[in-house]
């Protein structure tokens, strides 16, 4: 069973505009949550990480992502993006000490 | 500082050849992991090391998959009788310390291509 869920497969948004990209995880993973960007052929960057306390947590490159346990969301945003943002985006949680990934969400930042 | 890396960067190989693909971590760096992406999916958990000691080899897909890392740093997967679905990018993400599991430093991968 998939155990961290990205909602959006592509999310296209023009340049300056806000974006949110969607993901949700089950109880099969611990509440260690986690969000890299992988830009082309290139490894995984860590991007933040929800480990505890505060649920609004602050990134690289001007992301935040904020843990919601009620809604088991743990959704990544941006207030305002650029051309250079435009990569694949993988939540992921933990579980035993390896990495659970999501599918992917591919950010297109168009001008 | 140097970080992890990966070789070769790109290989093909023909159906039933053996592969063997080769991760350097940071120096110092404890933990090691294998994952394998597929063509539009996230990284899928392969095997993990601590120190020398495979710990969690669950994530193998078959027996034709060898991980090793027999001194506790360099680490090489090994996939022998290639299939097409062994098709994938091969990443393998180092972690500095025991208890710090989840804080993992990617490699750029392997695109293994098998034709």
């Known amino acids: 069973a998939q155990s961290v869920t990205q909602l959006d497969s592509q999310v296209p948004v023009f340049e300056e505009a806000p974006v949110e990209l969607r993901c949700n995880y089950s109880s099969s993973v611990s509440v260690y949550l986690f969000w890299y960007v992988q830009y082309p052929n290139q490894g995984l960057q860590l991007l933040l990480k929800?480990?505890?306390?505060?649920?609004l947590v602050k990134g690289i490159n001007g992301f935040e992502a904020e843990f919601n346990k009620s809604q088991t969301s743990f959704h990544l945003r941006k207030p305002s993006v650029h051309i250079s943002d435009t990569a694949e985006y993988f939540c992921a949680g933990g579980q035993g000490g390896k990495l659970i990934f999501g599918q992917g969400t591919e950010l297109s930042v168009k001008p | 500082g140097a970080g992890v890396s990966q070789s070769p960067r790109y290989k093909v190989a023909k159906r039933g050849q053996d592969v063997a693909l080769r991760c350097d971590p940071i120096?110092?760096?404890?933990?090691l992991f294998w994952y394998q992406q597929a063509l539009g999916q996230g990284p899928e958990f392969l095997t993990y090391f601590q120190n020398e000691a495979q710990l969690d080899k669950s994530g193998l897909p078959s027996d034709r998959f060898f991980a090793e890392r027999p001194e506790g740093s360099v680490s090489t997967l090994k996939i022998q009788r290639t299939q097409q679905e062994d098709s994938a990018v091969y990443l393998c993400?180092?972690?500095?310390?025991?208890?710090?599991?989840?804080?993992?430093?990617f490699g750029p991968g392997t695109r293994l291509t098998v034709t």
């Open positions: 993400a180092s972690v500095p310390h025991w208890g710090s599991s989840y804080e993992q430093y």
């Open positions: 929800y480990l505890s306390g505060s649920t």
């Open positions: 120096s110092g760096h404890v933990s």
